[in-house]
């Protein structure tokens, strides 16, 4: 079991830079592989970003290389994604999910613990 509590979200503009956290508490923090995905209004929900559970890999959609970071601090149960130069094609619901799963994959389909979901939005 778990449970993901995502925070940050919010309005900036085009250029502009957003940090989303998330907290995962359940189990020992470092058994979850962590993962942030969006969705867009009359859009399928997409992979932005997922970290391995032990931090030695990370994924990136190509939309968002080069301007997102995903980062998890296992002491503090906490994975945050720091998205700068931010688009407007940015703005969308963001969800933070958690699962157990053996080796690394950041399909969404995969991941069991999800968020509430919260709403960034990128406009001038």
């Known amino acids: 079991q778990a449970s993901v509590v995502e925070s940050g979200g919010g309005l900036v503009e085009p250029g502009g830079s957003l940090t989303l956290s998330c907290v995962a508490s359940?189990?020992?923090?470092?058994?979850?592989?962590m993962g942030w995905y969006r969705q867009a209004p009359g859009k399928e929900r997409e992979e932005v970003s997922c970290?391995?559970?032990?931090?030695?890999?990370?994924y990136y959609a190509d939309s968002v290389k080069g301007r997102f970071t995903i980062t998890r601090d296992n002491a503090k149960n906490t994975v945050v994604l720091r998205m700068n130069e931010m688009k407007p094609e940015d703005s969308a619901v963001y969800y933070c999910?958690?699962?157990?799963?053996?080796?690394?994959?950041?399909?969404?389909?995969?991941?069991?613990?999800w968020g509430q979901g919260i709403q960034v939005s990128v406009s001038s």
């Open positions: 999910a958690a699962d157990f799963m053996t080796g690394f994959v950041c399909l969404y389909n995969s991941y069991t613990y």
């Open positions: 970290i391995s559970k032990t931090n030695d890999s990370a």
């Open positions: 359940g189990k020992t923090f470092g058994t979850y592989t």
